[in-house]
């Protein structure tokens, strides 16, 4: 047993190095661009890949394309709205569906339910995006976009008219949508694996079906709720052929309204790589694998929070 124990340890130890070795690739890979770029990289607005026709030539020290300039603070603005807005969607819906489920649907509907639930996980996020692109831009400029507006016009954020269908509004949609099955489906188990004597002792006291839930069963599940927002969370920040194709492909340009168009940095990652392949100093490439590396740190630095937070309600209760 003793070779058994120490092949499993092996086995477990390959997920941390694999992504050591992620990290340390994109580190050693992007470091010329870490060194031309320096902090403005992530809070400049510009990202220009210069003349990639014209010679390239020596700046701070770099081979780098005349007039090229590197700044992801628009990505990153694009990334992480799009991400929150799809949270906020998804988790009221995705809390409200695994309540719905468990205690209230007939044990078919139930079954069946959650079976579709878990389905919509397995679509490719490609056609989420074609789903995004026909039905719901139009369907949000037509409709969605006048309905927002007409219902808080005192806030220019939402009632600014939209100028297309395409753009933060329609991209955190279409991540709520993906998102969602792995929140609900996560709520659904646990909700289940509550002990049924919680529920009863509740109705014992006389308390109604809404108080057991918001008393009882919501505070029963609030580790897993926040596992599985977190799951959700990382899945809306490296999400990328959906973002791309409803996001609206904004180039170093800020939203400022609900309906602007965006890009988040995995989407301009796969947007970007083509035209930055025609770099001859291999700068802009070195570039795009940097705002990989610093995707991978929000990653980890949302997990790390989620860790923390997990184990902070798991001693409070």
Known sequence: MKWFRHGLRTISALIPLALLAVFLFLTVYSWPAIRFNGFGFLFSQTWNLGNLYANPVHVRGMLVPPAAHYGI???????????????????????????????????????????????????????????GLEVLAPLTLKYL???????????????????SGFGLFTASLVLALMVL??????????????PRELRESCFALG?????????????????????AVI???????????????????????LPHTLYS???????????????????????AVRSLAEIALVLLIIAVIVNV?????????????
């Open 231 to 253: 799951l959700a969370l990382g899945r809306a920040l490296g999400e990328t052929m959906a973002v791309l194709m409803v996001s609206g492909g904004a180039l170093n340009y």
């Open 145 to 163: 976009a006048p309905a927002i507006a007409s219902a808080v016009p005192f806030l220019s954020f939402f009632s600014t008219p939209a100028s």
């Open 207 to 227: 308390a109604t079906r809404a108080e057991v839930l918001r008393r009882a069963l919501l505070p029963a599940v609030r580790t897993p709720l926040i596992g």
């Open 305 to 317: 929070i989620a860790r923390l937070l997990t184990r902070r309600v798991a001693l409070g209760s």
């Open 181 to 194: 099955p792995v929140i609900s489906s996560t709520l659904i188990e646990a909700l289940r694996r509550v």
């Open 73 to 131: 603070w628009v990505f990153i603005v694009g990334t992480l709205a799009s991400s929150a807005l799809a949270l906020l969607l998804a988790v009221p819906v995705g809390v409200g569906v695994a309540l719905y489920l468990v205690e209230y649907a007939p044990h078919r509907l139930s079954g069946a339910f959650a079976q579709i639930t878990e389905l919509l996980a397995m679509v490719p996020s490609v056609v989420y995006g074609l789903w």
């Open 261 to 283: 168009p965006i890009t988040s940095m995995a989407a301009f990652i796969a947007s970007q790589l083509d035209s930055a392949l025609q770099d001859t100093s291999g700068m």
